[in-house]
């Protein structure tokens, strides 16, 4: 069975920096894309950043461009998500998984940005 544990959220100041991981076990993590959610209170779960099995192609959700990088560590069954210049609108819970969404969800990582 697949287990997802994010981690690295926290309390931050509005323009500050916090690096997210997660970390993915019960599944071949190299072979899948991979995908980075948040949900912010009162809204729908949102898609921020995709990337590749290889790593070499990733996508960004607009309002993060620029902001936050994915990446992943196949040997260490990883996904991360630096985030700099962090906004008031960024607070939320983050959450990984596959790129579908397909896999049961994980408790996620709380990410509060104080202006």
């Known amino acids: 069975q697949v287990q997802l544990v994010e981690s690295g959220g926290g309390l931050v100041q509005a323009g500050g920096s916090l690096r997210l991981s997660c970390v993915v076990s019960?599944?071949?993590?190299?072979?899948?894309?991979m995908r980075w959610f948040r949900q912010a209170p009162g809204r729908e779960r949102e898609s921020v950043a995709v990337?590749?099995?290889?790593?070499?192609?990733?996508w960004y959700e607009d309002s993060v461009k620029g902001r936050f990088t994915i990446s992943r560590d196949n040997a260490r069954s990883t996904l991360y998500l630096q985030m700099n210049s962090l906004k008031a609108e960024d607070t939320a819970v983050y959450y990984c998984n596959e790129d579908s969404g397909i896999w049961s969800w994980g408790k996620g990582t709380q990410v509060t940005v104080s202006s």
């Open positions: 019960g599944r071949t993590f190299s072979r899948h894309t």
């Open positions: 990337i590749s099995w290889s790593g070499d192609i990733t």
